[in-house]
């Protein structure tokens, strides 16, 4: 066979094969990365139980909410006698509760905790109930090594009551979206891995018509949301948001009963308070003119600058003239005037032998001094340019309550 009958040959050849349809194997496809999302039937979601209750129409026995108000609005009050409620399973305000182990951490001073305890046992003459637990170290309810030392001492199916919100959220500006989701991304993972309920006792903003003190997105996060208010002798608390209830928009009037618990090693008298329905509220009554607000929040900077539950009226003075703008001390002196005797007269502070105090204790109620020549304290004016002056660096909030504060 010549050379080229052989070149002929392996091009047919190739040829063939070129034409010749190749059998490919059969390859697995590549799974997904991507995790589908759950979604069910409604009939499975029709067969879920119904919403269960720790407080009846009023707060789940699992989820985040809050309880806010102003300083002397008595929240921390009205939450440790909601607690007390919810440990011995009994009725509050007409709500019926779902009897669980109750914790409070109370991150504001251990000192006003135990006078708080021992105001209750010795008011109500019963002993408080063993499941309920106060945890009084400072921690927070955002930062994940907190929140798995919590779980781990926290029971389950309980009522989680903390006290205050700024005390668990340290480190964060309440005024950010981002942080404040932070802090409420925390309570809901507790929530969910206790099967419980977090409460939070939370601050008043400045201006009481536009509810907690910080970040907008606090509300909408809520499953319920309670204000605690005060006007003249009376308070309220409010039912603002309620997610899945019916109690919404329900008010219903308490009352602080002070509570007498001996003498300290000084011979002063220690004193806390307990929250009481009140059925005898005074439910219109006007509210505070600007001279009396001013003169009220005043007194408020010189018990938190004093340290005490009474201040004398020549310590208190001071604190008023430094704001106040008029221009000269006589016509100072008659606003301070003004102001004490009108708010004495509506029950909101009170006065033995020229001391002062937001708290009724035996033998108060007279003005020994109203008639005396007024004494002009000299002080710097500072004006924040909204009438009255900044009482600042003394701070009006966030009073705590070892004696003085009705939180």
């Not at 720790?54 to 026995?61: D, E, H, N, Q, T």
């Not at 929040?297 to 001071?318: I, N, Q």
């Not at 708010?343 to 109620?365: C, P, Q």
Request: with cysteine; glycine share 10%.
């Amino acid at each position: 066979m010549t050379t080229l009958d052989q070149s002929a040959i392996a091009k047919a050849q190739a040829d063939f094969l070129a034409a010749t349809p190749v059998k490919e194997e059969p390859q697995t496809p590549p799974e997904s990365a991507v995790t589908p999302y759950p979604l069910v039937s409604v009939g499975i979601v029709l067969e879920c139980p119904p919403l269960r209750w720790r407080v009846k129409g009023l707060i789940p026995a699992r989820g985040i909410g809050q309880i806010y108000g102003a300083s002397t609005a008595g929240k921390s009050f009205l939450s440790f006698d909601l607690a007390v409620h919810v440990a011995r399973g009994a009725v509050w305000y007409g709500h019926k509760t779902k009897a669980a182990p109750v914790t409070i951490f109370s991150l504001e001073g251990q000192e006003g905790t135990r006078n708080r305890l021992a105001a209750y046992i010795a008011y109500h003459g019963e002993e408080l109930p063993p499941n309920l637990s106060i945890g009084t170290a400072p921690t927070t309810f955002y930062k994940p090594e907190d929140l798995e030392a919590i779980a781990a001492s926290l029971p389950d199916v309980c009522l989680c009551i903390v006290d205050t919100q700024a005390c668990a959220s340290v480190g964060l500006d309440e005024n950010r979206t981002d942080d404040m989701t932070l802090l409420i991304e925390g309570c809901k993972q507790l929530a969910a891995r206790k099967d419980c309920f977090v409460l939070l006792v939370h601050h008043a903003g400045k201006d009481l018509t536009r509810g907690a003190r910080g970040s907008s997105t606090q509300l909408p996060s809520w499953d319920c949301c309670i204000e605690a208010t005060r006007n003249g002798q009376s308070r309220e608390w409010k039912a603002v948001k309620v997610k899945d209830g019916g109690g919404e928009g329900e008010k219903h009037p308490f009352r602080l009963a002070v509570v007498d618990l001996g003498p300290d090693e000084d011979g002063d008298r220690i004193t806390s308070c307990v929250a009481l329905p009140d059925g005898e509220a005074v439910q219109d009554e006007k509210p505070l003119a600007d001279n009396q607000r001013y003169t009220l929040d005043s007194l408020c900077a010189a018990l938190e600058a004093a340290g005490a539950d009474s201040v004398h009226l020549e310590d208190w003075r001071p604190i008023f003239y430094a704001g106040h703008t008029a221009d000269k001390p006589d016509t100072k002196c008659r606003a301070f005037d003004r102001g004490r005797k009108e708010l004495v007269s509506r029950g909101l502070i009170f006065v033995t032998n020229d001391y002062y105090s937001t708290k009724e204790l035996a033998g108060h109620g007279q003005l020994p001094d109203i008639g005396r020549t007024c004494l002009a304290a000299q002080s710097t004016k500072q004006t924040d340019g909204h009438g009255q002056g900044s009482l600042d660096p003394v701070h009006l909030s966030g009073l705590g309550d070892g004696g003085l504060s009705h939180e």
